[in-house]
């Protein structure tokens, strides 16, 4: 071979190395979760229903379907570092077909000409999409890291994921002070948080990862 | 002969310790296994390069390896991701030619065909295929390739862009 001398210096430069655990990103990103989620509550408050123990039906389901997608895009996210030919991490893809219920529904219903509080409650549209972003922000730090050390073979997806995993679970956290019930709010100012989220992680992120 | 999956496996794994014995025979049985792979999937003179980028990329990612893993599906993504990285440069190769001799020990067991670069270039429509093997591994010019393929030059272009970008997101797929 030619690449006798290449191989010398590699060798020579070795050193060991912890191999990446695709658990630690998880759980840095779940504690930074945790924290934006004391952040709003002290912030803004927890809603009136879930102090009461009583939880509207709507918030369980929406709470519910942002957890799982932030959790399984984080997870696919965190996976990619560490790449293999045939390895099958398909999980975000049902997660984010059951998320999309959320636009969906809210179309069907708005064309009925039933906005609710979609348009009127813009200003909390608009917080929502703010704390969801910064939430995102702050739990995407260490899904990045994670990639940047290994070695995703789709820069692009893993821009994708990144983004849907921190608005998720951005989202997910100003979910538990967020009022609103009405489908058309929720198909509306979620999919425009989660959604800005994916625009700027395929943006910002495969700059930051590529090898 | 080249080294099996679980002596690479123990290997990488006393290498990621810093042992630069285990690590020198491992990247010596890479090399080897990695010119195999690249055989016939880009144009004689730059398989040696192409060899070289993947062993570099394996030096500065060895820590994304994971142990409990095998290592021939992970050496295989690395590989395909420099491999389709390579395809994308613009290059046109002097002796434009594939030459067609037998490599030692040409067969693949059943890991070698899931994770080899043909694998992946079945995935793509025989257009978008076609148009890549001319261009970018034969190393035809566009107009070569289109008196040869019948595509237009358009269309040949086209086929190569969406080739790329789909290869791409094929990469760890079987």
Not at chain 1, 169 to 178: E, M, P, R, S
Request: aromatic share 6%; hydrophobic share 50%; with cysteine.
């Amino acid at each position: 071979m030619t690449n006798k001398f290449d191989i010398a210096a590699l060798v020579d430069d070795l050193e060991p190395v912890t191999a990446l655990n695709p658990r630690r990103p998880l759980m840095i990103a779940a504690a930074i979760l945790a924290a934006m989620i004391a952040l709003i509550v002290g912030i803004q408050g927890i809603r009136a229903d879930v102090m009461a123990g009583h939880p509207d039906e709507m918030f369980l389901i929406r709470a519910g379907i942002l957890l799982v997608l932030g959790g399984a895009t984080a997870h696919a996210v965190t996976s990619m570092a560490s790449p293999s030919v045939g390895k099958n991490n398909n999980g975000w893809q049902i997660a984010l077909a059951a998320a999309v219920v959320f636009p969906l529904s809210a179309l069907i219903v708005a064309t009925t000409g039933d906005f609710g509080p979609a348009m009127s409650a813009m200003q909390s549209g608009m917080r929502c999409m703010m704390y969801s972003a910064i939430g995102g922000l702050a739990t995407a730090v260490p899904m990045v890291l994670a990639l940047r050390r290994g070695a995703p073979t789709s820069p692009a997806r893993a821009g994708w994921l990144t983004g849907i995993a921190a608005g998720g679970l951005g989202a997910f956290a100003y979910n538990l002070h967020c009022p609103f019930n009405n489908v058309v709010y929720i198909g509306l100012w979620y999919t425009l948080a989660v959604g800005g989220c994916a625009v700027i992680g395929r943006l910002v992120v495969p700059r930051l990862i590529r090898w | 002969m080249i080294a099996r999956e679980e002596t690479l496996r123990d290997l990488m794994t006393r290498a990621q310790g810093g042992d630069k014995q285990a690590y020198a025979v491992l990247l010596e049985q890479t090399g080897r296994w990695l010119t195999r792979f690249f055989a016939q999937k880009i144009s004689p003179d730059a398989v040696d390069d192409l060899v070289q980028d993947t062993l570099i990329s394996l030096h500065r990612k060895r820590a994304s390896y994971d142990p409990s893993r095998p290592f021939l599906p992970w050496l295989a993504a690395i590989a395909r991701y420099r491999w389709v990285d390579r395809l994308r440069q613009t290059y046109r190769h002097a002796a434009d030619e594939l030459q067609d001799q037998h490599k030692e020990g040409s067969h693949e067991d059943v890991v070698g065909a899931k994770i080899s670069i043909d694998r992946l270039l079945h995935q793509l429509p025989d257009g978008q295929a076609l148009a890549i093997r001319l261009v970018k591994i034969d190393g035809l010019s566009i107009a070569e390739a289109c008196a040869k393929c019948g595509q237009s030059e358009p269309l040949v272009k086209v086929n190569i862009h969406r080739g790329l970008k789909r290869l791409a997101a094929l990469i760890e797929s079987e």
